[in-house]
């Protein structure tokens, strides 16, 4: 059964948003149901835009599976460039453990 979790997204300038969202949605689609502007998803979650780029915070990076090699590729197409962390969070389903996630969004997704 879905429960709410408390995710954290950090602007690159430092603006923090602070979200209740829903488990087994993805990041992606809690932050644009949110409206958060930093995550653009142009391609509603289908692998193909790279304008969903989230750097995840060190201490919770090891609680998402690997990224597949779709994303890792789609990582190389960032329009700002990939970094220790970086993931597409259309990939990233939220589910109890992440209660707490911090996120930062990248300087510009195009
Ligand atoms: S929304 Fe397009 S790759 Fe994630």
């Known amino acids: 059964m879905p429960a709410d979790i408390t995710i954290h997204l950090i602007e690159a300038g430092g603006r923090r948003h602070t979200l209740q969202a829903a488990t ?16 653009a998803a142009d391609c509603g979650g289908s692998l193909v835009c790279a304008t969903c780029h989230v750097i995840v915070d ?3 990076r090891g609680r998402f599976p690997a990224p597949s090699g779709d994303e890792r590729a789609m990582l190389e197409m960032t329009a700002t460039p990939a970094e220790p962390g970086s993931r597409l969070s ?19 997704q195009y």
């Open 24 to 39: 087994g949605r993805t990041l992606m689609q809690a932050a644009v149901d949110a409206g958060i502007d930093g995550v």
């Open 90 to 108: 259309c990939q990233l389903t939220l589910d109890a453990a992440l209660d707490g996630l911090e996120v930062r969004l990248p300087a510009t």
């Open 58 to 60: 060190e201490a919770w």
